[in-house]
């Protein structure tokens, strides 16, 4: 199975991206996809991570702005920013993990927030 990315984007601040993350197979195999970025200079760090449940979990810095989702019809997963902030700039990537598994990543998708 391999993700791909895409959505991302220059947006001024204030702004709304929606970013998808395509699997070439189910995503029901899959514990929790998750989405992560990096900023330059600066550690990944996890922004959300829903499991097949559905329930969503946040980083504090993007909780109220943004929401996970996931299609498992469509074997995608999303991301929806909104009130984006200057600092929510970073190479977005999304993860897929598996119990027992290496976690499976996607290439990344560049988000701008610029004036």
């Known amino acids: 199975v391999q993700l791909v990315e895409s959505g991302g984007g220059l947006v001024q601040p204030g702004g709304s991206l929606r970013l998808s993350c395509v699997a070439s197979?189910?995503?029901?195999?899959?514990?929790?996809m998750a989405w992560y970025r990096q900023a330059p200079g600066k550690q990944r760090e996890l922004v959300a991570g829903?499991?097949?449940?559905?329930?969503?979990n946040y980083a504090d810095s993007v909780k109220g702005r943004f929401t996970i989702s996931r299609d498992n019809g469509k074997n995608t997963a999303y991301l929806q920013m909104n009130s984006l902030k200057l600092e929510d700039t970073a190479v977005y990537y999304c993860?897929?993990?598996?119990?027992?598994?290496?976690?499976?990543w996607g290439q990344g998708t560049q988000v701008t927030v610029s004036s």
């Open positions: 829903i499991g097949r449940s559905g329930l969503p």
């Open positions: 993860k897929a993990a598996r119990s027992g598994s290496t976690d499976l």
């Open positions: 197979g189910s995503i029901l195999v899959f514990d929790a």
